[in-house]
Nanobody, 115 residues
Framework: QVQLVESGGGLVQPGGSLRLSCAASGTSLRFGTMGWYRQAPGKEREAVARITSLGIKIYEDSVKGRYTISRENAKNTVYLQMNSLKPEDTAVYYC?????????WGQGTQVTVSS
């Protein structure tokens, strides 16, 4: 049973930073792609960033240069470092793991960017 547990969300002022973590159990990150989506109120869920089993990183245009995804295999954890946050980054952030057979989701963590 694959389980994903996110942490690190919260309230931050515009221009601030947050780091999200997603710890996986029941699998190994080396076996698939792990990434993040987000969903703002009234909007569809959108992809943010992902990192493949080979370590290739892909970012949505709106977060390029501000967000960094990384992986720590020893801890089976993926991180999303978010810098220069904007009010439009406010959303529930969900991590996922895709082993090409199934896609697993975390419970989501709220990120609010507001002064």
């Amino acid at each position: 049973q694959v389980q994903l547990v996110e942490s690190g969300g919260g309230l931050v002022q515009p221009g601030g930073s947050l780091r999200l973590s997603c710890a996986a159990s029941g699998t190994s990150l080396r076996f698939g792609t792990m990434g993040w989506y987000r969903q703002a109120p009234g909007k569809e869920r959108e992809a943010v960033a992902r990192i493949t089993s080979l370590g290739i990183k892909i970012y949505e245009d709106s977060v390029k240069g501000r967000y960094t995804i990384s992986r720590e295999n020893a801890k089976n954890t993926v991180y999303l470092q978010m810098n220069s946050l904007k009010p439009e980054d406010t959303a529930v952030y969900y991590c996922y793991f895709d082993d090409r057979t199934s896609k697993y989701w975390g419970q989501g963590t709220q990120v609010t960017v507001s002064s």
